[in-house]
């Protein structure tokens, strides 16, 4: 019999990084062990450059993590102020490095994040961890530094509630998602349901990988996804194999009508996305990123999924 640590997070935007060259800022929808590692950690009071309590940290604890179905995707833009790159120029503060007026320029960014999503996280532990799940609960209760879903300006909209219970891991995510559940309806307000699916790392008594993530012989990897197994709550017969295809799509701009070159470029990314969106069947399988790759007179989308495209 196990102990865990489970607690929950939910808020109004919430983005768990991935790779992110240039100017566009994914999220997946599962939150990345490093999140999750960093979030207990500005719990305890571990700061971000301290690197060997950091290192010994993150070495003793394993994760769990149930997702609640159809969070909802979104995307924002920012522009920031940068100053023009000036060989050997140094700045020590902001207000310096927006001093010159003809040096700045502007930068936009997208970025992603989801919206009223709700995840409920078990963490186990080692024998030799440096905290106790105890003194873990004791310190998501009151967190020596801020915690956020991702990004600074992503807040918590609920407490973490954590729980400590004792059980194997399927016994467990099922006791506290009620607990969660009773403590919702007595605010009248209705708990998410779950995804059929929770991802895990390490072995926990009464969790069986139902799939695996990349295909046989792939060495592909994603953030909080490739390296967790899946287990589907309902009990489903294990089963071997899943596929990943990488799809990757040319549109030649100048075989596209006006309208549908307004429709598909000049309205930008959440469009596409929107259309790539509509082309797979509802479900996990739906769960992809894409990267659009400018040619000379067409662009390239790339993206990687978990199921087969259904196709409009």
């Known amino acids: 019999m196990s ?14 990084g991935v ?3 240039g100017e566009v800022r994914h999220t ?3 939150p990345s062990r490093s999140a999750l590692l960093g979030l207990l950690a500005a719990g305890v009071g571990i700061r971000r450059d301290d690197t060997e309590r950091l290192n010994a940290f993150n070495r003793h604890y394993s994760l769990v993590v149930c997702a609640s179905r159809n969070p909802r995707w979104a ?3 920012h522009t920031v102020q940068m100053p023009k790159e000036v060989r050997k120029a140094r700045y ?11 040096l700045l320029s502007a ?11 709700w995840w409920m996280v078990a963490v186990a532990t080692t024998p030799d961890a440096p905290y106790s799940l105890e003194q873990l609960q004791e310190d998501l209760r009151h967190p020596v530094f801020p915690l956020y879903l991702g990004r600074k300006s992503h807040p918590l909209a609920l407490p973490l509630a954590p729980l400590l219970l004792e059980g194997n891991a399927s016994d467990v995510l099922r006791n506290a998602y009620q607990q969660y559940q009773d403590r919702f309806h007595e605010l009248k307000v209705s708990l998410p349901k779950l995804q059929d699916e929770c991802w895990w790392e390490g072995e926990h008594d009464g969790l069986v990988a139902s799939k695996n993530i990349a295909p046989p012989g792939c060495s592909f990897k994603s953030p909080a996804v490739a390296v967790w197994g899946t287990h589907r709550q309902s009990g489903a017969v294990a089963q071997q194999g899943g596929t990943m295809y990488l799809s990757r799509i040319t549109l030649h701009t100048g075989q596209l009508s006006p309208a549908q070159l307004l429709h598909l470029v000049d309205r930008g990314e959440y469009v596409m996305h929107q ?9 996990k399988e739906r769960q992809f990123l894409y990267r659009r790759e400018e040619l000379q007179g067409a662009f390239s989308l790339f993206c990687p999924v978990a199921g087969t495209p259904g196709g409009k």
């Open 3 to 16: 102990q865990y640590l489970i607690f929950q997070l939910h808020g109004p935007m919430a983005s768990w």
């Open 275 to 283: 259309w790539l969106w509509d082309l797979f069947p509802g479900g």
């Open 107 to 117: 930068i936009i960014s997208r970025r992603d994040y989801y919206t009223d999503a």
């Open 19 to 21: 790779d992110a060259p």
């Open 75 to 77: 995307r924002d833009y």
């Open 28 to 30: 997946h929808e599962l």
């Open 92 to 102: 020590f503060s902001r207000r310096e490095e927006l001093s010159n007026l003809e």
